[in-house]
């Protein structure tokens, strides 16, 4: 969170992530990893090299998949996934750009959504501990992630629920920068 502002990149939550900050202000019960989108023309006036050079300081590792147009970053055993979105007649679509004609046509049809959503200045949630941006319109965005079956919760097969001390700490470590690292303001 601390780098993402301090470089002027948008990011808001998205997927998961978002569902659960909507739902529990926090990530859901059984989620992992947490789901940020990002916009193209924020982070790409940076280089893999830099950005990798910025998270560092803060102990997060970043990587790059040109094909499913995501960053991952990684602090210890918490991660989460940077979705790319660029602009495309004012609607934001998932760049796959590198993934090939099929991929690129799957995003263009099922991942995009209207720009209005991520007009800045982006309204914050809680989000376990911290405060993070999320789109306008609460929910909305979820209808273009998952047509037909947005507003549905449904838990993974074999799922345990984890505990809220674990969230407390999954969200400290990710967003906070983890117990070394207190925001300078959220």
Known sequence: DQVFRRLGIVYFLTYGSLFG???????????????????????????LEQLQFEFKKYHVHVSLDVVKGTYHFRRGNVSSDGIIFKDLFHWKRRDASDGGWLRSLKYLIHLGFPARLVTLPLPQRKFGKAMVYVPHEGFEIMKYHFRGRWDTESTPANCRRIGLSYLHSFTAQLYDGGPRFKPESV
């Open 21 to 47: 900050a909507l739902r529990y202000g926090g990530p859901l019960p059984w989620d992992t990893d947490a789901d940020v989108g990002v916009l193209k023309e924020s982070i790409e006036r940076y280089s």
